[in-house]
């Protein structure tokens, strides 16, 4: 069974580019969460899909940052017009639907790191 | 002030010690606590996963939480080279939607 892929693994743009990156969680999954770490710092919480609805973006730091989740499977994250700030990894975990147990077991992809000069 | 606290090490040992991992925190809503395990230039990947205080063992592994002073850690007996890895702690609250993490401990077992 394949795991969460993260495409790409690795992007260096400059200050002002825009930058959208994708995630594909493992067949079946309904949730699907988007957490980033910024360098020296922990990982932490962006936003979270159940299937194609958003339901938690308490975590994305602005609205330069935008997540879709099309159809309920794939979610790409867009970040436009990037800032040095944002430069970190950017992971995306996948899980089955739980009930009343936290998040339960996430499943995460192998991130992708952003750079921007 | 953060709501996980983990010592980032880094921490050396000789194989076959027994390694000792620790975090805190300051949210008493956490119920389910969780350790991961993240290999150079890979995601995380789930070690340990606990519901409210107590211990649970699993082969070499055994995390403890103790709810009442807001600690929980891990120990690894036995330790071997492979176990080279950054240990992330992370938990959450009941019907949450996101985990906490901790910074990471970049532990090496050298041979």
């Known amino acids: 069974e394949a795991g969460v892929t993260q495409f790409p693994s690795h992007s260096v743009i400059e200050k002002g580019q825009t930058v959208t990156l994708r995630c594909d969680p493992i067949?079946?999954?309904?949730?699907l969460y988007w957490y980033r770490r910024v360098m020296g710092k922990e990982i932490k919480f962006l936003l979270h899909f159940v299937k194609e609805s958003k339901q938690d973006e308490s975590g994305m730091p602005n609205n330069r940052f935008l997540a879709e989740r099309t159809g309920g499977t794939y979610s790409t994250l867009k970040v436009q017009p990037a800032e040095l700030e944002d430069s970190g990894v950017y992971f995306c975990?996948?899980?089955?639907?739980?009930?009343?147990?936290?998040?339960?077991?996430?499943?995460f992809g192998e991130g992708s790191r952003l750079t921007v000069l | 002030q953060k709501e996980v606290e983990q010592d980032p090490g880094p921490l050396s040992v000789p194989e076959g010690a027994i390694v000792s991992l620790n975090c805190t925190y300051s949210n008493s809503a956490f119920q389910y606590f969780m350790w991961y395990r993240q290999y150079s230039r890979k995601g995380p990947e789930l070690l340990m996963y606990?519901?409210?205080?107590g211990n649970k063992e699993d082969g070499r592994f055994t995390a403890q939480v103790d709810k009442s002073s807001k600690y929980i850690s891990l120990f690894i007996r036995d330790s071997q080279p492979s176990d080279s890895a950054t240990y992330l702690c992370a938990m959450s609250g009941s019907g949450a939607n996101n985990l906490f993490f901790g910074t990471g401990t970049r532990l090496t077992v050298i041979p």
């Open positions: 975990a996948s899980s089955p639907i739980t009930s009343g147990r936290g998040t339960g077991e996430l499943f």
């Open positions: 606990t519901y409210s205080s």
């Open positions: 067949s079946g999954h309904d949730n």
